[in-house]
């Protein structure tokens, strides 16, 4: 029905930079808030970052002015631009959307997690 799929992880020196993409497909009415979520080895899954459908943003004090959230809604698409990186924020970076879809009976809605893309942080 939906799917999330995820881009753009990977290997970086502290102080770099990644891009993350999740693109949204399916038999999707509309999508409303869409966000980036991390879970590092032994903590719980936290907000990195959100974005709502009229663009407005919000972000985890820890990676303000660094990461910077955003859409392309004719695409479906999410982007977490993720620059100047430090160790700590090496994690598994999950991407959420809140998705109004088809299911073959009837619009419904739901929220769907992406698989999830290694993002790891070197010193």
């Known amino acids: 029905q939906v799917q999330l799929v995820e881009s753009g992880g990977g290997l970086v020196q502290a102080g770099g930079s990644l891009r993350l993409s999740c693109a949204a497909s399916g038999s999707i009415l509309r999508i409303n808030a869409m966000g980036w979520y991390r879970q590092a080895p032994g903590k719980q899954r936290e907000l990195v970052a959100g974005?709502?459908?009229?663009?407005?943003?919000n972000y985890a004090d820890s990676v303000k002015g660094r990461f910077t959230i955003s859409r392309d809604n004719a695409k479906n698409t999410v982007y977490l631009q993720m620059n100047s990186l430090k160790p700590e924020d090496t994690a598994v970076y999950y991407c959420?959307?809140?998705?109004?879809?088809?299911?073959?009976?009837?619009?419904?809605?739901?929220?769907?997690w992406g698989q999830g893309t290694q993002v790891t942080v070197s010193s």
């Open positions: 959420n959307a809140d998705i109004e879809y088809y299911n073959g009976k009837f619009y419904t809605k739901y929220g769907y």
């Open positions: 974005i709502i459908s009229a663009g407005s943003t």
